[in-house]
């Protein structure tokens, strides 16, 4: 498993006083640098990047080969996701702390979770759909219809769970 985003790329979606408080256990403000670096940090973005790839793997929709190929913005937004992962596992080693931000944060990454899980297309891999590399080719758009047409056929009653 790869460690898809580092200290650094936390350090640039997050305050960097607030990661170095949450990662240091002796209370002590450390360097930036030293934040980055840090073993909990860096064990928190490990953490992450196992939990988005068995999301991304339980959704079917890419393959490591597919998130090991993501640049450009794609990319960035991957980090964003494992950075957001990342966090809320570093709020959650002080659970009295920053209680607005875990809450914030918990919700949005059980919202990347669910998308990701469900197999919703959330990366522009159109290169490697034009080349054969992904199979499946449901949008988010098509996603939310079919979700939609479902839900109102099991208010209909057309549909049993």
């Not at 490990?46 to 597919?66: C, D, M, P, Q, W």
């Not at 009295?96 to 990366?123: C, I, P, Q, W």
């Not at 758009?141 to 839900?151: F, G, Q, V």
Request: proline residues 1%; contains cysteine.
């Amino acid at each position: 498993m790869a460690q898809r985003a580092d200290g650094g790329d936390l350090l640039k979606r997050f305050d960097a006083d607030i990661v170095g408080a949450l990662a240091s256990d002796d209370r002590q403000k450390p360097s930036r640098a030293d934040t980055a670096n840090h073993a909990n940090v860096c064990t928190a973005l490990k953490s992450a990047s196992g939990r988005f790839e068995a999301a991304v793997l339980h959704g079917e929709r890419y393959t490591i080969a597919n998130l090991d190929a993501l640049d450009g913005t794609s990319k960035e937004y991957m980090k964003d996701i494992i950075c957001t992962l990342g966090m809320v596992r570093l709020l959650r080693r002080r659970p009295g702390a920053y209680k607005e931000l875990r809450e914030e944060l918990t919700t949005e990454e059980e919202n990347h979770m669910k998308l990701l899980s469900t197999g919703v297309d959330v990366f522009d891999l159109d290169a490697h759909r034009e080349a054969g590399l992904i199979d499946q080719t449901e949008t988010t758009e098509n996603y939310a219809i079919n979700t939609r047409s479902l839900t109102i056929d099991k208010l209909r009653g057309h549909l049993v769970d």
